[in-house]
């Protein structure tokens, strides 16, 4: 039997801490929990939202519907081939655990994603990436309930549409589908590791200045996490969304032009256009015309952390307007000192 509450309260479910209600809530547990939902007047009758960890969202208000926690467990080997495993995750999994799941057992493709927050089944929603690697590298399929017919669709890597922070699931099947599962190909053997294998240069830099030695997926994984705690803030200390904005992708043109007036914007080709670091263009801008700039810079409740200036912090008991606010007035400075249009990669609610 499931039970639906109401009046309840997702402080404690979002990783920007901000404080808001949802009228309904239901925490999923198994598909069967799923099926029955459908059914009730609470889900036909109300706006819906899925909720992982909550690590990609910003609750601007009270939500007036009924926010549905996933919590489906279970991770197995459904294929072990020669060279490569098909590893099904239920969507309510921590992606981290997956991780450690795949790389405790020496397989190879998403060690660079370690320690990125949430659940699994939020992963496609914007294809997640970190050092070089993102979910559409690996994912073979994703399991989905349509939410009005119940039926369950299983999504091949290419009908996801994934793109930069983006798929179908973020534009025209936004809440359409409830994810329950993924599949992923990893690889067993790597042996091109250490030749022709990419590794990202920032986790380079730090693999040699500390001297590591890597040995396999494990030791990338265990690599990638420290470099992350040593950069972004926990949002259990300091309330985040991790990066609050995309980065900027332009034509090779806009690039040469913006470079005459700023020859040390960085920049890296992605093939056919090229991506500048939005972190690089905020920094370069700022509240004020004394060219004081956003990295570190706090008002009441809310600021921009003094190490990454994508990211947006709630210092104490913000509330999303707040947020939102800074956000906007960031977006604004960026465009009419670079002609550039900052997206937001966190999703309002
Ligand atoms: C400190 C920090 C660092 C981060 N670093 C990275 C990073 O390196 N790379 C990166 O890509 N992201 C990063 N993120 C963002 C975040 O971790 C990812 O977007 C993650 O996949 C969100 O998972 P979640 O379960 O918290 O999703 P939520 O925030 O709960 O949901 C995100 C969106 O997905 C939808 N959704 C969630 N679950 C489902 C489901 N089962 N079915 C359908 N829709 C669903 C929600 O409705 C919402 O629109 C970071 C966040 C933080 C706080």
Redesign the pocket.
């Known amino acids: 039997m499931i039970e639906i509450l109401k009046n309840y309260d997702l402080t404690s479910l979002?990783?920007f801490g901000i404080s808001a209600k949802a009228n309904f809530f239901i925490e999923l547990k198994n598909e069967q929990d799923l099926f029955e939902l459908l059914k009730t007047p609470e889900f036909q009758n109300n706006e819906r939202?899925?909720?992982?960890?909550?690590?990609?969202?910003l609750f601007t208000k009270d939500f007036n519907g009924i926010v549905i926690l996933?919590r489906l467990k279970g991770i197995e080997i459904i294929k072990d081939a020669k060279n490569y495993v098909l590893v099904k995750s239920m969507?309510g999994e921590w992606?981290n655990d997956l991780v450690i799941f795949t790389v405790d057992r020496g397989y190879w493709g998403i060690e660079n994603?370690s320690l990125?927050?949430?659940?699994v089944?939020?992963?496609p929603?914007?294809?997640?990436?970190?050092y070089g690697v993102e979910l559409k590298d690996v994912l073979e399929n994703v399991e989905?309930y349509n939410i009005e017919t119940g039926e369950k669709k299983v999504f091949t890597n290419s009908e996801c549409e994934f793109g930069y922070?983006d798929s179908v699931?973020?534009n025209k099947l936004k809440?359409k589908?409830?994810?329950?599962a993924i599949i992923l190909r990893l690889e067993k053997n790597s042996p091109n590791f250490g030749q022709d294998k990419k590794i990202y240069p920032a986790l380079e830099k730090h693999i040699k200045e500390n001297n590591l030695e890597i040995k396999n997926s494990k030791d990338i994984a265990s690599a990638v996490a420290s470099v992350?705690r040593s950069k972004?803030?926990?949002?259990k200390v300091l309330g985040?969304?991790?990066?609050f904005f995309k980065n900027v992708f332009v034509e090779k043109n806009k690039l040469d032009e913006l470079k005459k007036i700023y020859p040390d914007i960085p920049s890296f080709v992605e093939g056919e256009s090229v991506k500048i670091p939005a972190g690089w263009l905020i920094e370069q801008c700022g509240p004020r015309q004394d060219g004081a700039s956003w990295k570190g810079y706090r008002v009441g409740n809310v600021g921009v952390h003094d190490k990454q200036a994508l990211?947006l912090v709630n210092h104490n008991n913000a509330t999303g307007e707040e947020i939102k606010n800074l956000a906007y007035e960031i977006i604004d400075s960026v465009e009419k000192k670079f002609g550039l249009k900052l997206t937001p990669?966190v999703?309002f609610i």
């Not at 589908?177 to 329950?180: D, G």
């Open positions: 979002n990783t939202l899925f909720l992982g960890g909550g690590s990609n969202v996933n969507g992606w994603l990125v927050p949430g659940t089944g939020a992963t929603v914007q294809n997640i990436g970190a989905a922070r699931f973020k809440g589908y409830f994810i329950s992350r972004l803030p926990d949002p985040n969304a991790g990066s990211v990669e999703n």
